[in-house]
T-cell receptor, first 114, second 119 residues
């Protein structure tokens, strides 16, 4: 158990809908990262937050957004969903957001868009 | 640009065989960090090891060992006496030190190597 929690574990929805994925980092970790894992693209970085502020953006679509709250949990919002958004979404946390600190991953949320 | 290449897509071995998973990376930074993660069939990503660019010492942990060579930009992972429970997808990843605002420290992953160990 990494100490990172993600809810829900599974999500099935329809095209055009909006969903919210939630992540709670390990106790004491200030930085949260979101990654998407799909068969064709592999594991790709989406966005990073550190202590409530956005730090870096990767290949995140404009239809996707995220935030980190004062209690440090984070939410990833996916809207106007398309079939191609079906993927495993991981949240990871690290102590301070520097590359030298290990990122620990949550169990992931498996999203299926029908 | 940063890049991680795991040339082996799939490897199949029989229990008790030794197996080496290759990882080659590219980065222009002098300070960077290398990682291996394991993804078993259940789907979670499990951290195995972290290495920084200044530490080329090889590491052994039980049946696992890692060989980091800056001269060839490689960070290979060997499992000795493999077991069925080692069956998983193994990812090599790279991150850089990040700037003053800690941006740019996301992990760049290779495509992964699927290891199948049969009894």
């Amino acid at each position: 158990d990494s100490g990172v929690t993600q809810t829900p574990k599974h999500l099935i929805t329809a095209t055009g809908q909006r969903v919210t994925l939630r992540c709670s980092p390990r106790s004491g970790d200030l930085s949260v990262y979101w990654y998407q894992q799909s068969l064709d693209q592999g594991l790709q970085f989406l966005i990073q937050y550190y202590n409530g502020e956005e730090r870096a953006k990767g290949n995140i679509l404009e239809r996707f957004s995220a935030q980190q709250f004062p209690d440090l949990h984070s939410e990833l919002n996916l809207s106007s969903l398309e079939l191609g958004d079906s993927a495993l979404y991981f949240c990871a946390s690290s102590l301070d957001g520097t590359g030298k600190k290990t990122q620990y991953f949550g169990p992931g949320t498996r999203l299926l868009v029908l | 640009a940063q890049k991680v290449t795991q040339a082996q897509t799939e490897i199949s071995v029989v229990e008790k065989e030794d197996v080496t998973l290759d990882c080659v990376y590219e980065t222009r930074d002098t300070t960077y960090y290398l990682f291996w993660y394991k993804q078993p069939p259940s789907g979670e990503l499990v951290f195995l090891i972290r290495r920084n660019s200044f530490d080329e010492q090889n590491e052994i942990s039980g049946r696992y060992s890692w060989n980091f060579q800056k001269s060839t930009s490689s960070f290979n992972f060997t499992i000795t006496a493999s077991q069925v429970v080692d069956s998983a997808v193994y990812f090599c990843a790279l991150s850089e030190a990040g700037g003053a605002n800690q941006a740019g420290t996301a992990l760049i992953f290779g495509k992964g190597t699927t290891l199948s160990v049969s009894s």
